[in-house]
């Protein structure tokens, strides 16, 4: 059974930072291209950022590029999501999930990544 479980989202002020891991199960991480998306309440999901099995090459969401740094630990299994500079606009339900970049016609659709995590609520407020 392929599994996903997501930790350390929470509340942080504005310019602040905090560190998403996810740990995976029931495939091969290691040649899975892996990614974060995320939804804010009343908005559609948005892709973060995703990265290859090797743990080079990541790509980022424009709005995220220069503040989040996505990496991966394959002895671990795990996934992370670094995020600095956090703002007000970055308060939404981040989750892991196995797939890549969904092109734009896709990439609202959940139906694209094949795995997803059960999310982690990040909250940035003062």
């Known amino acids: 059974e392929v599994q996903l479980v997501e930790s350390g989202g929470g509340l942080v002020q504005p310019g602040g930072s905090l560190t998403l891991s996810c740990t995976a199960a029931g495939f091969t991480f290691s040649t899975a291209i892996m990614s974060w998306v995320r939804q804010a309440p009343g908005k559609e999901i948005e892709w973060v950022s995703s990265?290859?099995?090797?743990?080079?090459?990541?790509n980022y969401a424009d709005s995220v590029k220069g503040r989040f740094t996505i990496s991966r630990d394959n002895a671990k299994n795990t996934l992370y999501l670094k995020l600095n500079s956090l703002k007000a606009d970055d308060s939404a339900m981040y989750y892991c999930?196995?797939?890549?970049?969904?092109?734009?016609?896709?990439?609202?659709?959940?139906?694209?990544?094949?795995?997803w995590g059960q999310g982690n609520q990040v909250n940035v407020s003062s």
């Open positions: 990265i290859n099995g090797g743990g080079n090459a990541p």
């Open positions: 999930t196995r797939g890549g970049r969904a092109p734009t016609s896709l990439s609202t659709e959940r139906r694209w990544w094949s795995a």
